[in-house]
């Protein structure tokens, strides 16, 4: 098993729909969670991070977290072209060397 | 970009010859991490710094090295450089370590620097 694993799409979504995006960890002591954004060509962007159980909400992002399913998601609400982009889920690692795994991205395509 | 800078942003070198890439944080962060990113592989970790002259080694260390003789900066030497080290190379950095405490570990990146081995 993956110890950070997502769908690596391409995920295609209308503009103003909602997209959804998803991440599966293996590390049950992980206690933080983050969702980079990547436009191509550029570095990751830090857009959430989530530590509870639970919804974090800022602006159209919602990020979901179930530490007991090992899942965290990231809703984009009224989605826009902008937000066209690989999207990075990123899990500490606890047990064994600490370091933040990432998945390998989500290519996410918002159609006008 | 946080306060992080990298050079050079590209560079194109030969097979042997030995590479510098730098990274300068104006965040006083005392982590500061090297990434690579490839295509399938995904970003994996290099070498990491907790603090001035103390570095551990990430998932793919082999052929690195780094040093941190000062806060702002951290420097990634490629040795002998390879065809297999084409890739880019992103330097981060954070307040607390992965995995301390919920907050103040968020990693966050320079803008990367492009590297091509011949």
């Known amino acids: 098993q993956k110890e950070v694993e997502q769908n690596s799409g391409p995920l295609s979504v209308p503009e103003g729909a909602i997209a959804s995006l998803n991440c599966t960890y293996s590390d049950r002591g992980s206690q933080s969670f983050f969702w980079y954004r990547q436009y191509s060509g550029k570095s990751p962007e830090l857009i959430m991070s989530i530590y509870s159980n639970g919804d974090k909400e800022d602006g159209r992002f919602t990020a979901q977290l179930n530490k007991a399913s090992q899942y965290v998601s990231l809703l984009i609400r009224d989605s826009q072209p902008s937000d066209s982009a690989t999207y990075l889920c990123a899990v500490p690692k606890i047990q064994g060397a600490q370091k933040l795994v990432f998945g390998q991205g989500t290519r996410l395509t918002i159609n006008p | 970009d946080a306060g992080i800078t990298q050079s050079p942003r590209h560079k194109v070198t030969e097979t042997g010859t030995p590479v510098t890439l730098r990274c300068h944080q104006t965040e006083n962060h005392r982590y500061m991490y090297w990434y690579r990113q490839d295509p399938g592989h995904g970003l994996r970790l290099i070498h990491y710094?907790?603090?001035?002259?103390?570095?551990d080694k990430g998932e793919v260390s082999d052929g690195y090295s780094v040093s941190r003789s000062k806060t702002e900066d951290f420097l990634l030497t490629l040795e002998s450089a390879t065809s297999s080290q084409t890739s880019v190379y992103f330097c981060?950095?954070?307040?607390?370590?992965?995995?301390?405490?919920?907050?103040?570990?968020?990693?966050?990146f320079g803008p990367g620097t492009r590297l091509t081995v011949l």
């Open positions: 981060a950095i954070s307040e607390s370590f992965v995995g301390l405490g919920e907050t103040g570990n968020e990693q966050f």
């Open positions: 710094s907790y603090g001035v002259k103390d570095t």
